[in-house]
């Protein structure tokens, strides 16, 4: 088994931690890589030189036989995504930032956790994602998000996005635009925006306006065999686009479709919780304050 290990340099790395991290797969007999940051992070912590065989720079290479590791909180996870050499590829992520409802394990289990891969033990699940075309140039050869894709202003001025599913338009957004989520992305930014929290086995994509001009709109879900189309008017200035953690410039006029992309994430459990295990631990539902 080989382990692609990565990290981003803001993230708060913890010494003990990764001692113990390199040390189990060591331990192991497993094959491993990681990113040069994260290699860089170690030594400046630990003392640590990781050889040069073990360091990739850009694109990690596979063996056939890989697991992503993450080590971070969710925005780590959600940029190893985009990096990935091959969907067959599982990512499972490390918790070391806040909230982390995508990067389950607290780092407290690490020993535990590489010895559930040892032993191949881990459970996965599929995750859609969304694959975004259109009047835009991207920084891989397809854009795709796992948590959702959304249009905002620009500056003070608002903009409108017209907005359409399939053949049929919805409506026309005024506001500061409007993110469009798949149900792992219900609980992002999607859910600061009013939408719901959604189960992510649904099969579904949540159409949320941000700060809408017109009070009576609300979220829409929509299945997700649908095609959906933006047109931006910006008056004549620009607005952005994000992809999870990409930020990208979008011109007046711009037109941007959305669909679920044809291969899903991987997203390895590394425990038994659920999601509404998950939804409770992190929201505090049910919690007393009193």
């Not at 971070?72 to 409802?101: H, K, Q």
Request: glycine share 8%; aromatic share 6%; charged share 20%.
């Amino acid at each position: 088994m080989n382990i692609i290990l990565f990290s981003r340099p803001q993230v708060n790395h913890h010494p003990e931690q990764l001692r113990t991290m390199l040390a189990t797969i060591e331990r192991l007999g497993m094959n491993y890589t990681l990113n040069s940051e994260l290699a860089a992070a170690i030594k400046s912590l630990t003392g640590i030189v990781i050889g040069a065989e073990h360091i990739y720079r850009d694109n990690p290479s596979t063996t056939g036989d890989d697991i992503m590791v993450t080590y971070g909180g969710d925005g780590t996870l959600l940029e190893a995504v985009g990096m990935l050499p091959s969907r067959d590829i599982p990512v499972v992520g490390i918790n070391c930032g806040r909230l982390g409802y995508l990067t389950a394990d607290d780092g407290k289990g690490i020993e535990t956790l590489f010895e559930r891969m040892a032993r191949r033990e881990l459970k996965f699940t599929q995750r859609s994602m969304l694959q975004v075309e259109g009047d835009i140039v991207f920084d891989y050869n397809k854009c795709l998000a796992l948590n959702e894709i959304a249009i905002h202003r620009h500056g003070a001025t608002m903009v409108s996005v017209e907005t359409r599913i399939n053949n049929d338009t919805v409506a026309t957004y005024h506001g500061d635009g409007i993110v469009v989520s798949t149900p792992t992305g219900s609980t992002a930014y999607s859910l600061s925006a009013g939408g719901p929290v959604v189960d992510p086995m649904c099969r579904c994509i949540v159409l949320s306006p941000l700060a809408p001009h017109n009070l009576t709109m609300r979220p829409v879900v929509v299945p997700d065999s649908a095609t959906i189309t933006l047109r931006l008017d910006s008056r004549g200035g620009e607005a952005f686009l994000s992809a999870d953690n990409r930020t990208y410039t979008l011109k007046d006029g711009a037109t941007i479709t959305l669909r679920i992309a044809a291969e899903p994430l991987i997203l390895a459990t590394p425990h038994n919780n659920s999601f509404y295990d998950t939804l409770r631990e992190k929201m505090m539902w049910g919690v007393d304050s009193r």
